[in-house]
């Protein structure tokens, strides 16, 4: 049995002033045996050949934080590589590739469809071909039309990137062995929103899913939440119901699941409070810490992670006992570095990338801590590491502030690796929307959902959105 897999996309944040360019992508494994964060399908597939006769066959590819749109010689240029590698390793049995479906470049609304319908094109129509997704992802016809299997991540955060990779492989392997034969039913819901599952309602919601897949015909349900930050034809969260061969009970099973989830719409919201208002709460809580989420400067959906929004609010308040991160401003990291632990010195952090950021701050800073390297730890998917790069704990009036050279969002835990002990502090400000959760929640006294401004506002109304289907629930 020969296998190609690949690593490809991004999620793309069309109001996102920064493009996406080539260099920002990077590959499935820094070192063996090391893979990205959504390349597990590789690493599956490593571990089932040492079971089974497996020959595999790894593409370049590429995966980019979210950022802005991908620009067109980026796209092409990975695209053609990918192609390139796959028309080499040909025949082959299975194509299974690990992507995000949210890719939007320019010229190509929907690049990883795109992608899937070349590889299609090469590889002919017996060739089984599965993907895994990111649920924030885009169910398009181009990919329902060319994969034979789609796998998108059930859980918000990504606590299953694994699992489902397991889940895809073991389908195409059974796939190409003629053991099954999945057929693809896809149902839209006509919404978008947030929908977190590690809270009721949608905790519920992800097991009723996992239910029904033991249903005699039903091999994989998939809820494909949606990207609401790009802006395409097909924007909005769908159902989708792979069965053995029964399109009729795959429709009946998407439609069940699209009024029960329609059902509970209203209730799958986060409470999102002003700034001001959650720092009030957090200052007046006797308990601690307080978490709050400031959801419009995460980097994982396309913002620039350098906001001063809610940092300024609290120097207004003389907030002490607190600490914010990660804060994405290399200029400011490389100044505080070089004057070194222990230095005190004027500095101007944040507001650098945009209107969406914010106003500069000028501040008095302490440099407590100085990391060549550092490593958040993940609390979701398969686990790991993912680099911050060089890293500077300064203390601002009171705030312990963690500076990054890398852009990323607070996937697990950025404060202890500069030697915060963040569950002691009052307030804790984490710059991510939901992913953080898993890491913070279980230590907190209570977190809270700021509506902050930012490039990844929660504010979709207020969005000059250009191509989005217009029947979309809350927005419509």
């Known amino acids: 049995m020969r296998i190609f897999s690949a690593l490809f996309g991004t999620e793309t944040n069309t109001f996102s ?3 996406t360019s080539i260099d920002q992508f990077e590959p499935n494994e820094r070192k063996p045996g090391e893979y990205h964060l959504f390349g597990q399908v590789l690493r ?12 595999i066959v790894q593409g370049r590819g590429g995966f ?10 980026a796209y092409e240029t990975l695209r053609d590589r990918l192609l390139a590698d796959l028309r080499a390793a040909m025949p082959v049995d299975i194509v299974a590739l690990a992507m995000h479906g949210a890719m939007i470049a320019d010229g190509y609304e929907d690049a990883e469809g795109d992608l899937i319908a070349e590889v299609r094109r090469i590889v002919g129509p017996d060739v089984v071909i599965g993907v895994e997704l990111d649920l924030h992802g885009f169910l398009s016809k181009n990919k329902v039309e060319n994969a034979d299997i789609l796998i998108f991540f059930k859980e918000y955060p990504h606590l299953d990137i694994l699992d489902r990779a397991r889940e895809l492989v073991d389908l195409c392997l059974r796939t190409a062995r003629r053991q099954i034969k999945p057929v693809m039913s896809v149902v839209p819901c006509n919404m978008i929103a947030q929908f977190m599952t590690l809270r009721e309602p949608m905790s519920s919601f992800v ?32 159902m989708l119901v792979i069965t053995d061969g029964q399109k009729s009970l795959g429709d009946a099973v998407a439609a069940q699941l699209r009024d029960e989830l329609f059902a509970i719409r209203e209730r799958c919201f986060a409470e999102y409070l002003d700034i001001e208002t959650a720092l009030t709460e957090a200052t007046q809580s006797p308990a601690h810490p307080i978490v709050l989420a400031d ?12 906001s001063t929004f809610v940092l300024e609010a609290m120097l207004k308040r003389g907030v002490t006992e607190a600490c914010v991160g990660p804060f994405y401003d290399p200029g400011a990291l490389a100044i505080c570095y070089s004057a070194g632990v222990g230095a005190k010195l004027p500095v101007r952090i944040g507001g650098k990338h945009s209107l969406a950021s914010g106003r500069p701050l000028d501040v008095e800073a302490r440099v407590l801590n100085c990391a060549p390297t550092a490593d958040m730890l993940n609390c979701f998917g398969s686990g790991g590491t993912t680099p911050m790069g060089r890293s500077v704990r300064i203390d601002v009036a009171g705030i312990d502030v963690v500076l990054v050279e890398r852009r990323i969002q607070a996937l697990g835990d950025v404060f202890t690796p500069l030697g915060i002990d963040w569950r002691s502090r009052k307030i804790v400000v984490v710059k991510s929307a939901n992913h953080f959760y898993a890491a913070y929640a279980p230590s907190a006294a209570k977190v809270l959902f700021v509506d902050s401004p930012g490039g990844a506002s929660m504010n979709w ?9 217009r029947n979309l629930w809350p927005m419509d």
Request: glycine share 12%; hydrophobic share 30%; aromatic share 6%.
């Open 295 to 306: 959801v419009a400067d995460n980097s994982g959906g396309g913002a620039a992670g350098d």
């Open 17 to 19: 002033p920064f493009p």
């Open 461 to 469: 109304k207020e969005l000059n959105y250009r191509a989005r289907p």
């Open 44 to 55: 599956v597939l490593r571990e089932r050949a040492e079971q089974e006769k497996l020959d």
């Open 64 to 73: 980019a934080e979210p950022n802005g749109m991908t620009t067109r010689a």
């Open 207 to 238: 097991r009723r899913m996992k239910d029904l897949e033991s249903t005699d015909g039903v091999l994989s349900i998939s809820f494909v939440h949606g990207f609401a930050w790009g802006d395409c034809s097909e924007l909005g969260s769908k």
